[in-house]
Structure formats: C-alpha cells, structure tokens
C-alpha cells in the first residue's frame, strides 16, 4: 500500500536532485546553450523549405482528372467525330511543366472551343 | 475548376509568415527554448554521458523544431521538441554502437572511452562546498548512473516524466509510444532505480 507513495517521494527527491543540478550547469554550457538557441531561431527568418513538385501534385492532380473528364463527356457527341481515348503519354505531356499554364486556363480554352464549333455551325 | 485547384495548391503551401508574425513567432519560440534548453541539456547529457555531445544534440533538436514545427501552436512544442531530442539521442547510441564494432575491428580498444568515471564527473567541491552540498552531489551522480544503466525506454520514460515533468500523453507523444507503454515504462523504471540505489539514498 505505501509503494506508491515511495514512488511519488522517491520521484520529488530525484527532481530535487535533478533541478539543483540544472541550476550548477557552468557558463560554458549556458553559452552554448544561448548560441544555439540564436542559431535556432535564424531559421524562422529563413523562407521555409518548399517542394515546387510536391506543391502541384495535388493541383495537377484535380486538372488532369478535370480534363480526362471534359474529354470523356464532351467527346464523341458534340463534335461528331471519331473520339479517341486519351493515352498516357497525352497526361505525360500534359504533366510536365509548361502545360501547367494551359491547365490553369482550361476553362477559357474550353469556351473557346466551344464558340468555335458554335460559329462553325452558323457558317454551315 | 480552376479556383479549386489553385485554392488546393496554395493550401497545400505552408503559408508564409508576415513579418509581425515571425517577430512574434520568434520571440514565443525564444522563449520557450530559454524555458526547456537548460533541463533539456542535463537529460541529453544523462543519456549520453557527454556533454559537447549533450550541447550538440540539444542545438540540433532546437534547429529542427524551430524549423519544421515553428508553426505548429506552442502547447505542443515541448513533447515535439523531446520527440526530436530523443530521436537525436537513439540515433547517438546507433552511431556509437557502429562506432565501437569499428573500433573493436581494428583492435583498438575503447573500454577506457566506455567506462563512465563518477569521480571524474562529479563537480569539484575543492574542499569549499558544504558537506550536504557534496551529498547532493553524490547522490545526483549515484543517480545519473543508475538511470543510465536502465534499458532505454524507461530511461525515456522516467527523464520525461519526472525530469521535465510531462503528462503521460505528452510523454507518449515525446516518445512515440501508447499510453500505457509509457506507464509500464515509467513503473519499471522507478522500480529498478529505487532497487538500485536503495532506501537509504533517499
């Protein structure tokens, strides 16, 4: 029944023990301790680490899906002709870096395209 | 479509912070570290019985913590910051046991790098400390060594809980264990240390 109690004591006497020796660290130590805290908060001031492939995986992720999606639905019924299936190396393509402009405005080039076949209707 | 991707990308970025917002990052972070650094040294130093090593281990793990958890809400940088401490030790002792097969290899031995010499440790009374002054330090030093004679996780477990005084769930996170890991560990711990140095040490 006093086992726990003896822990409880046992463990405030080695806190004891413990605080008056982190009160005796030497000027040494507490130097060191202060440089590396200033070289630990230069870090703040730093421009935190960035991932520029990280940071569009999920971007291009939702526009290539987007895309496969317009294709797929818009395909074969509106143009009215033989609709070929996107193939990998069409997302390939599309994935690398200079298609990412085009993907942010895949919205305009879809109206685009649209008003084209709209026009060429009329004309016809 | 378009907006959504955008708002995801830029919510996937860690926002930059303003420069009122570091200042005042900075000042809570230097504050904390002023709070923990000196505790977190002894128990580094504990653990690995050297203290430039100590030194470096607890610049590493302030570094880290400044620069991958700055942004997290402070509560939760105290068992992080062990988390990372502790990491930096584990990763001490591999080096160490790497460190020694080599040297074991090429015949040279390190036994006199291994022994832990208490005498040559303890801080020098020259004669000037009072008697219970040179108690206490006997005693701390009887119980530096028997902690680090214990089996690492209890280790762990009884430097957080009692030395910097965590919760159980904070050690836990500190540790990277459940619960009651840390419970079993903090039990065991305490059991054999007070085997170890006796009712009388108290």
Redesign the interface.
């Known amino acids: 029944m006093n086992e726990p109690r003896n822990d409880e004591q046992f463990a405030e006497r080695a806190k004891t023990l413990f605080d008056n020796s982190v009160d005796k660290l030497d000027a040494a130590a507490l130097s060191r301790l202060n440089k590396s805290r200033h070289a630990a908060l230069e870090q703040l001031k730093q421009s935190p680490p960035r991932s520029p492939s990280i940071v569009w995986i999920p971007a291009t992720g939702i526009a290539t899906a987007a895309l496969v999606a317009l294709i797929v639905l818009r395909g074969p019924a509106d143009v009215g002709m033989p609709f070929e299936a996107p193939v990998a190396s069409d997302f390939e393509i599309l994935l690398e870096a200079d298609s990412l402009e085009m993907l942010e405005e895949l919205e305009f080039y879809s109206w685009l395209e649209l008003a084209e076949l709209e026009v060429d209707n009329n004309v016809g | 479509?378009?907006a959504?991707?955008?708002a995801?990308?830029v919510s996937?970025?860690?926002e930059?912070?303003t420069g009122a917002v570091?200042l005042q990052?900075?000042r809570q972070?230097?504050r904390f570290?002023?709070e923990v650094?000196?505790?977190a040294?002894?128990i580094a130093e504990i653990s690995v019985r050297d203290?430039d090593e100590a030194?470096d281990l607890?610049?590493e793990a302030?570094?880290k913590?400044?620069?991958k958890y700055?942004g997290k809400p402070a509560d939760e940088w105290t068992p992080l910051f062990y988390r990372i401490l502790q990491n930096g030790v584990r990763d001490w002792h591999r080096r160490q046991k790497v460190r020694n097969r080599v040297m074991v290899w090429f015949d040279k031995s390190t036994k006199d790098d291994e022994y832990y010499d208490v005498t040559a440790h303890a801080?020098d009374p020259a004669g000037r400390s009072p008697d219970e002054e040179l108690q206490?330090?006997e005693?701390?030093q009887r119980?530096e060594v028997a902690i680090g004679e214990l089996p690492a996780r209890q280790r762990e477990a009884f430097m957080l809980?009692?030395?910097e005084?965590l919760d159980v769930a904070g050690t836990a996170t500190a540790m990277g264990c459940s619960q009651g890991s840390v419970k079993t560990h903090y039990s065991r711990a305490?059991h054999t240390?007070?085997e170890q140095l006796g009712d009388h040490?108290?």
Request: proline share 2%; glycine share 2%; hydrophobic share 55%.
């Open positions: 479509m378009n959504a991707a955008s995801f990308a996937w970025i860690r930059p912070m570091t990052r900075e972070l230097n570290f002023a650094e000196r505790r040294l002894r203290r030194l607890v610049q302030m570094i913590l400044a620069h700055a801080q206490t330090a005693a701390m119980l809980r009692t030395f005084g305490v240390l007070r040490w108290q």
